[in-house]
């Protein structure tokens, strides 16, 4: 009997596996996640066109073989034939010649494409933007002339200001002048820790040297010391538990003579008075307010007040101020300046 049916296409041939492997610079070099392991040693071909790339050596010592080859993306493609799985490192940029050439031919329809898979092989830990923020600093610190003058006393009056810029952004309540303030706050902190990893010699800088993460990890150690509700057997029901955990911790590490002790004098009056009037009702001290003449002995007994009513007598005022303000330019005709 004769066959007149169709003869059987021939089964398509495998297109294969391209994987981007990308990495973190923030994250050690070797540091890579398990199934970008599983990857890298079932691979038919791993690629990479940086020689210097940071990741080599340990692949070397992981039995994994590099080739040093920068392939366009026909060739990758090609490359995948017959079901092949090819890894590309890229570098620290990435590869936009690459990535592009391979949208085209996918785009195009003209082309059996293999897989495309991008495998993050390391991930950016939170804060990890932080380490970026400090090589940066480090990079101003030396090439630039006004940044390498510096010094802590002469940054002070800075700390001062974006103290209040930051203060007012929270008052606004403006979530993207927040975030910016919130940032020029931790440049005080970056730029000053960065000055004192020079300090040393006769300068008024003189002393001791530290860096950053010595700032970092004193912070730290304090943060689990005076949470002993967090980190230790302590118990800690209400803010009042904690506030007062807090207080007897710090008066053991401070080893102070009066509650007093520590409280920086320079602030604004109001804060000042109320910090005062805090301090002392928490340690129990039982001390009359100073009776005198003039304005300043009544601004003391309104703060101290406000204080034990649990009121910052500092920002009452300053919300009563701005509302003068705005009073004031309406009187001149003035729009309030949230509605310039």
Do not use: N
């Amino acid at each position: 009997m004769t066959d007149h049916s169709e003869p059987t296409a021939a089964a398509a041939e495998p297109t294969g596996r391209i994987v981007l492997l990308t990495t973190s610079h923030r994250v050690a070099p070797g540091v890579l996640s398990w199934p970008a392991w599983q990857t890298l040693h079932a691979a038919d071909r791993v690629l990479c066109a940086d020689p210097g790339h940071p990741q080599l050596p340990y692949l070397r010592e992981a039995g994994v073989e590099v080739a040093f080859e920068s392939p366009d993306a026909q060739a990758l493609v090609e490359a995948c034939a017959g079901g092949r799985t090819v890894v590309v490192l890229p570098g620290g940029e990435g590869d936009q010649r690459l990535t592009d050439g391979l949208a085209r031919l996918a785009g195009s329809g003209r082309v059996a494409m293999p897989d495309l898979e991008l495998l993050p092989g390391s991930y950016d830990l939170p804060g990890a933007r932080l380490l970026d923020l400090v090589q940066v600093m480090d990079r101003v610190r030396r090439e630039c002339p006004w940044t390498s003058r510096q010094t802590h006393r002469g940054l002070a009056k800075y700390a001062i200001e974006e103290a209040y810029e930051l203060v007012e952004a929270i008052e606004d309540g403006d979530r993207e002048e927040l975030r910016e303030e919130l940032g020029d706050v931790l440049l005080q902190v970056v730029f000053h820790a960065r000055i004192a990893e020079e300090a040393g010699g006769d300068g008024e800088d003189a002393g001791e040297a530290f860096s950053i993460d010595d700032v970092a990890g004193a912070l730290v150690a304090k943060l689990i010391h005076r949470h002993p509700h967090v980190f230790g057997d302590a118990e800690a029901e209400t803010p009042e538990d904690v506030s007062a955990h807090w207080q007897r911790t710090k008066a053991g590490e401070k080893r102070r003579e009066s509650v007093t002790d520590g409280i920086p004098v320079g602030q604004p009056g109001l804060a000042l008075a109320a910090k005062l009037a805090g301090r002392a009702r928490a340690g129990g001290v039982a001390v009359e307010l100073p009776r005198g003449e003039g304005v300043g002995y009544e601004l003391l007994e309104l703060a101290a007040r406000a204080e034990a009513e649990g009121i910052d007598p500092e920002t009452a005022l300053r919300a009563a101020a701005r509302a003068y303000r705005d009073a004031i330019r309406a009187a001149e005709g003035v729009r309030p300046p949230d509605t310039l």
